[in-house]
């Protein structure tokens, strides 16, 4: 007799990274802007935006049961003073902002396209220079409620 276990496994692979514009911060002020899921410029405060180079983030997200899923968005907090927060995860033609979400239908092994905007926020002592703040996106697979 032998024993096997089944696992579920949820993969995520980045199309297209999130891109915030350059900007110039104000030296006395905490600044802000917001890349939407749409890709819009959004909520400007406190700084200068130049040029017109930025883009939301694109995710395939795909699965290999049909299990219901959990998705959580975080910042890492990897650059000192810049926050990442008020993310936006449109999925299946819906828009949450507000995380963990959970019973979310999943995606399959065709997948599902997914969007992501965020606002960033810089300290006035941000360093100059570019940055490339880190967040992560959590997917798992909740597990299916058996009734006996």
Not at 39 to 51: A, D, M, P, S
Not at 119 to 139: C, H, L
């Amino acid at each position: 007799m032998f024993n096997t276990t089944a696992k579920a496994e949820v993969t995520i692979t980045e199309i297209t990274p999130i891109q915030f514009p350059d900007s110039v911060l104000n030296p006395s002020k905490t600044a802000r802007l917001r890349v939407t899921w749409k890709g819009q410029l959004r909520n400007v405060r406190n700084t200068q935006v130049l040029g017109d180079v930025y883009n939301e983030a694109e995710f395939l997200v795909t699965s290999d049961t049909d299990n219901l899923i959990t998705v959580n968005m975080t910042d890492v907090g990897d650059v000192p003073g810049v926050t990442l927060k008020t993310f936006q995860f449109r999925y299946k033609n819906k828009t949450y902002t507000k995380f963990p979400v959970t019973g979310l239908a999943n995606p399959g092994v065709d997948g599902e396209i997914v969007q992501v905007g965020m606002r960033i926020q810089y300290t006035k002592n941000t360093s100059t220079g570019g940055i490339a703040p880190s967040y992560d996106i959590t997917i798992i697979e909740e597990e299916p409620i058996v009734v006996p």
